[in-house]
């Protein structure tokens, strides 16, 4: 039986494929038709936020060979370690893999980060390529004798209001720092104050904090007339607040029978964070006795004008007296108006309070229980006293005549009642 023609033209075209991948093989030494691509190296780590520096270099002459320091530093905008392996094309010096650089670079700026030793007759320009930007080091750069760099100090935060304890360093990179010029420090480009430079390159001052927001904080280094050094220049950022009311302590007052008293920290200005820890302390009344010892930390948020914590209070002994013990603060993290609260415990009867007999018109009243009142107490419900029996009898035997016989019955009840208190 012969094949369908459709069914032959099939096979031949399915023969001629396989001689082709074939050929392909023997050609190639692989597949020719299902070739698939290596995977490639992964691509280097990238940041917009660094930028390389070079802080200055240094040769020394050795007879034939110049010998070049280069010290090189960077700058981070990122507000987290970021990592870029060296040689990875995104770290590189003139093309060589690894030659010492960092790979781990911080936020802020940063001078010194690493040094290299070159021979500046084989190598007289270098370029260190870092995330995209880069910088020639070269015999143009500033000669480390002369080269400055000045490193800040300044806290992070501040509220309006106070001031701002700031010290810079200013140091040279392969001698000893300055003792001579003036560091210019500055808040978002205005002078605030000039302070000569002191032993060591330091240079202190307190600045008052300018209103609510973000700023930053310079520290220029100005060589002093006649010298040879160069001015440098540090920065720091500054998040100013409004300035919180100032805190104090209050607390609630306690009645008998309380098994707790409310302690509150309060402010007038709720503006900005503030924390400030509080502990009891022992006056009259004793801590485990009179009332549980207790410390901690509060805290208020923005916009929050109280917190609030408690003190336990156990049951006293019969007897017990009045007695006071305190809860002070410290530790703030603001102004403090009111650091001490007087718990006041009011005493403790000796004995319970006897029932009192809650009785009514005609008598025959139950007992009823004692008043929660100290005794003598002026507002206590005074007892009702049960009327004797007998003069029970003779009132009831008093209506029935008044009832029964009018006048005379009025006369019969004086009568009997003069003859009970005769015989009284």
């Known amino acids: 039986m012969t094949p369908p023609a459709s069914l032959r033209s099939a096979c031949a075209l399915g023969v001629a494929l396989l001689g082709v991948a074939l050929i392909g093989v ?5 597949p020719a038709l299902a070739a698939v691509a290596a995977p490639g190296p992964a691509p280097a780590a990238t940041s917009p936020d660094l930028t390389p520096i070079v802080d200055c270099v240094q040769d020394a002459p050795l007879g034939a060979v110049t010998s070049r320091t280069v010290v090189l530093g960077y700058r981070s905008a990122a507000t987290a370690p970021v ?39 084989a190598e007289p320009s270098l370029t260190w390529t870092l995330t995209g930007r880069s910088v020639a080091v070269d ?22 209001g106070g001031t701002i304890a700031v010290s810079a360093l200013v140091t040279r990179f392969l001698l000893a720092p300055p003792d001579t010029g003036a560091v210019i420090f500055a808040i978002d480009g205005s002078p605030a104050l000039a302070v000569p430079v002191g032993p060591g390159g330091v240079a202190r001052a307190d600045l008052p904090a300018p209103a609510a927001g973000p ?17 440098a220049t540090g920065a720091a950022t500054l998040t100013v607040a409004a300035a919180s009311g100032p805190l104090a302590v209050v607390t609630d007052s306690v009645v008998a029978g309380s098994t707790s008293v409310r302690v509150s920290v309060t402010r007038t200005v709720a503006s900005g964070p503030a924390t400030v820890d509080f502990a009891t302390l022992d006056g009259t009344a004793h801590a485990g006795t009179d009332y549980a010892a207790a410390f901690g930390t509060l805290a208020l948020a923005d916009g ?8 336990s209070l156990p049951a006293r002994a019969p007897g017990s007296p009045a007695s006071v013990f305190f809860v002070v603060l410290k530790h703030a993290t603001v102004d403090v108006a009111g650091a001490v609260a007087v718990v006041s415990l009011p005493a403790v009867p000796a004995t319970p309070l006897p029932a009192v007999t809650a009785g009514g018109a005609g008598g025959g009243g139950t007992a009823g229980p004692a008043s929660a009142l100290p005794q003598h107490d002026p507002t206590a419900q005074s007892p009702v006293v049960a009327a004797p029996v007998g003069q029970d009898l003779l009132l009831l ?5 008044i009832t029964a016989g009018g006048i005379a019955g009025v006369i019969g009840l004086v009568r009997s009642v003069r003859a009970r208190d005769a015989l009284s």
């Open 26 to 30: 023997a050609l190639t030494g692989g």
């Open 83 to 121: 990592t870029v392996a060296a040689g990875s094309g995104a770290n590189d010096l003139s093309g060589v893999v690894d030659r010492g650089q960092p790979s781990t670079f911080q936020p802020g700026e940063h001078h010194g980060a690493w040094l290299l030793t070159v021979d500046a007759a």
């Open 139 to 160: 015999a143009t750069a500033p000669a480390c004798t002369d080269a400055t760099a000045v490193a800040i100090s300044a806290p992070a935060t501040a509220t309006t």
């Open 215 to 231: 700023h930053t904080v310079t520290a220029a280094f100005a060589p002093a007339t006649g010298s040879t050094l160069r001015p």
């Open 304 to 311: 929050q004008d109280t917190a609030t914590t408690t003190v």
């Open 397 to 401: 035997l008093g209506a029935a005549l």
